[in-house]
Nanobody, 128 residues
């Protein structure tokens, strides 16, 4: 699966950005797609995911972004979005989308090793 992120940039504290992740090469509706981020000198951190279940998709978020970030997907164009509101300087990082088609790994949705395909990343910088 080929993943391509876009939409990063520079924004002031309290501002908003929307990241996009376009997928190709697989049946998109069966893909679980997650967002991770990595700040300089820090480990890659789970942000949220849209997990593909038997009947629907479930969205889960890290506590640090819950209530500020929202994941949505447009299955018609094979794209997942990360809407980021009320951004803080600590949200500054390279953001990656990642995907897996293995529903059995649901218990490990926060683990980056769960995901088989990764995008190249997009930089988000929040100025104070």
């Amino acid at each position: 699966v080929h993943m391509v992120e876009s939409g990063g940039g520079l924004v002031q504290t309290g501002g908003s950005l929307r990241l996009s992740c376009a997928a190709s090469g697989s049946t998109f509706t069966s893909l679980s797609v997650a967002w991770f981020r990595q700040a300089p000198g820090k480990e890659r951190e789970f942000v949220g995911c849209s997990w593909s279940g038997p009947y629907t998709w479930h969205a889960w978020y890290a506590d640090s972004v819950k209530g500020r970030f929202t994941i949505s997907r447009d299955n018609a164009i094979d794209t997942v979005y990360l809407q980021m509101n009320r951004l803080k300087p600590e949200d500054t990082a390279v953001y990656y989308c990642a995907a897996t088609d293995s529903q059995s790994k649901v218990s490990f949705y926060r683990d980056p090793h769960t995901y088989d395909s990764w995008g190249q990343g997009t930089q988000v910088t929040v100025s104070s």
